[in-house]
């Protein structure tokens, strides 16, 4: 079975700081890739998603994740971090060799970003 | 907004008593999928549908059953609620020309 790991499960940066949010899967084959966003109170919204092609794909919210075949991994990235960041992230994959449909998340990030 | 909504948005009930949670999409896609959100676990998908009448279990199914009578609606029925499925219910859709899902607003739900 497929599974997500994303190694930080809470993330305290300053405004201003860049921030890297790892995402690791354990998938053999074809996979499309996604980083959500979930706001306070809110429900999730699509940040960014990886298909196929350029391996550097750019979201919204300055946002931007690259995704590395040989490690398995789609690092979240942002130069430079807002107080509005302030939210939960969730990496997901889906793989296309068998198994249920649907997406399969990781735990979640916790980021604060302080003023 | 992709057109989804969820009912109730709350519910508080009581252990033993079966409870449905609606979601409704205005938008005619064919994929919909129910998901449990809970600390420290993320989303897990629990049933999703690939059009009317056909559905299929995902990863924590034990405890729910789903119904697609119609391609705008995806209920999920927990039959005889329990503690542990207190949580938070998300409703997604998928866009037929890739793999993006939309998730609605969520419903939260306690059993006591």
């Known amino acids: 079975a497929q599974s997500v790991s994303q190694h930080n499960h809470h993330v305290i940066l300053s405004e201003a700081a860049s921030l890297e949010l790892g995402c690791n899967y354990s998938y053999g084959g074809t996979v499309n890739l996604f980083w959500y966003v979930q706001y306070p109170g809110q429900h999730l919204q699509l940040l960014l998603k990886?298909?196929?092609?350029?391996?550097l794909v750019k979201g919204i919210k300055g946002f931007e994740a690259e995704f590395i075949k040989s490690k398995f991994s789609f690092n979240l990235r942002k130069p430079s971090v807002q107080w509005s960041d302030t939210a939960e992230y969730f990496c997901?994959?889906?793989?296309?060799?068998?198994?249920?449909?649907?997406?399969?998340f990781g735990k979640g990030t916790h980021l604060i970003i302080q003023p | 907004d992709a057109g989804i909504t969820q009912s109730p948005r709350h519910k508080v009930t009581e252990t033993g008593t079966p409870v449905t949670l609606r979601c409704h999409q205005t938008?005619?896609?064919?994929?919909m999928y129910w998901y449990r959100q809970d600390p420290g676990h993320g989303l897990r998908l629990i049933h999703y549908s690939y059009g009317v009448k056909d559905t299929d279990k995902g990863e924590v199914s034990d405890g729910y059953s789903v119904s697609r009578s119609k391609t705008e609606d995806f209920l999920l029925t927990l039959e005889s609620a329990t503690s542990s499925q207190t949580s938070v219910y998300f409703c997604a859709i998928r866009d037929d020309q890739n793999y993006e899902q939309y998730f609605g607003p969520g419903t939260r739900l306690t059993v006591t």
């Open positions: 997901a994959v889906k793989g296309w060799e068998g198994g249920a449909d649907g997406l399969t």
């Open positions: 990886y298909f196929s092609g350029d391996p």
């Open positions: 938008e005619n896609h064919r994929y």
